[in-house]
T-cell receptor, first 115, second 117 residues
Framework: GEEVAQTPKHLVRGEGQKAKLYCAPI?????VFWYQQVLKNEFKFLIS????????ETGMPKERFSAKCLPNSPCSLEIQATKLEDSAVYFC?????????????FGPGTRLTVT | KQEVTQIPAALSVPEGENLVLNCSFT??????LQWFRQDPGKGLTSLLL?????REQTSGRLNASLDKSSGRSTLYIAASQPGDSATYLC????????????????FGQGTILTVHP
């Protein structure tokens, strides 16, 4: 598709439950990035992929967060045993490796609320 | 570690004013800089992207400049309109540690702009 798609739009989980978010990058884009936006404007980089390979995972909390990008499937971000502080909007972005300006295109985000 | 700062945090202006939003970054080893707009409860809309080798980019009433050596960028909005009300975010794209150019974006905290009729 021509836009980054993210599902679901909203997700509510009780503390300790699992949360799984999905991202379909723009067709033909090789790079996928996940960001977490907390407290209105504070963006934090989580992880990036080059096709199905992890490219940069320096922002990922190691213990409860995991992510995958498998061939012919949407990318996913999974949080095991959610905590209250995981409440945030999670954005996915994709980038085309052949485009000179390497612009990142963002999806609409998934709002996760942990109660 | 790259840090991005945006000033002011909030700005309220009457319709028709020209205004300037400021962005500064601590590490000049960037690949490019993007300005985004975010409406409440919505995603990010890319406004302008400036490559590290460029000095400015223009799109309609928007003009963004980049001074990489001093670690600064400005977004100039001409003849502001109520529809310009939103949060404006500046983000710099790092050079990946391996030397390629697909690095993560580091965001500023944003400037909340309100343009009143």
């Amino acid at each position: 598709g021509e836009e980054v798609a993210q599902t679901p739009k909203h997700l509510v989980r009780g503390e300790g439950q699992k949360a799984k978010l999905y991202c379909a990058p723009i067709k033909g884009h090789s790079y996928v990035f996940w960001y977490q936006q907390v407290l209105k404007n504070e963006f934090k980089f989580l992880i990036s992929f080059q096709n199905e390979n992890v490219f940069d995972e320096t922002g990922m909390p190691k213990e409860r967060f995991s992510a995958k990008c498998l061939p012919n499937s949407p990318c996913s971000l999974e949080i095991q045993a959610t905590k209250l502080e995981d409440s945030a909007v999670y954005f996915c972005a994709s980038s085309h490796h052949r485009v000179v300006n390497y612009e990142q295109y963002f999806g609409p985000g998934t709002r996760l609320t942990v109660t | 570690k790259q840090e991005v700062t945006q000033i002011p945090a909030a700005l309220s202006v009457p319709e028709g004013e020209n205004l300037v939003l400021n962005c500064s970054f601590t590490d000049s080893a960037i690949y490019n800089l993007q300005w985004f707009r975010q409406d409440p409860g919505k995603g990010l809309t890319s406004l302008l992207l400036i490559q590290s080798s460029q000095r400015e980019q223009t799109s309609g009433r928007l003009n963004a400049s980049l001074d990489k050596s001093s670690g600064r960028s400005t977004l100039y909005i001409a003849a502001s309109q109520p529809g310009d009300s939103a949060t404006y975010l500046c983000a710099v794209r790092a050079r990946h540690a391996g030397g390629t150019s697909y690095g993560k974006l580091t965001f500023g905290q944003g400037t909340i702009l309100t343009v009143h009729p």
